[in-house]
């Protein structure tokens, strides 16, 4: 069911559609749940940031508190996240590069070795 209400609807077959509309129509409070998932999701694909306030702000399912909490713990993150054309993708990958590298090296080599290895690699 998870999988259902993760993806997008035109990416679920027939039989997929069919099974999960009839569970949600017979649980009304996973149909809520769902419903605040997939307006969750179409304001991250679509960038959406002004709609984040609004999101939180109607949170009324005890299932996503949690979320919710962590999404106003970090407000100027996530809405930069939702907004911004910006992308921290490239910097993560090559320190997750780095530490690959470190982690390959660990207590057989010093701190010269590893900056060489780091700028061949590269």
């Not at 999404?71 to 993708?89: E, F, Q």
Request: overall charge positive.
């Amino acid at each position: 069911m998870t999988r259902w209400i993760l993806t997008h609807p035109e990416h679920l077959n027939e039989d997929e559609t069919l099974a999960s509309k009839t569970i949600l129509t017979r649980c009304p409070d996973l149909q809520k749940t769902a419903d605040r998932v997939t307006a969750f999701a179409q304001m991250l694909t679509g960038r959406h940031g002004d709609r984040l306030n609004g999101w939180v702000d109607a949170d009324d399912l005890s299932e996503l508190h949690r979320f919710t909490r962590g999404l106003l713990r970090d407000h100027d993150a996530v809405l930069n996240g939702l907004t911004l054309p910006h992308s921290s993708g490239q910097v993560e990958g090559a320190v997750n590069r780095i530490k690959m590298i470190k982690r390959q090296m660990y207590g057989r080599a010093s701190f010269d070795l590893l900056r060489k290895r780091v700028l061949l690699a590269t």
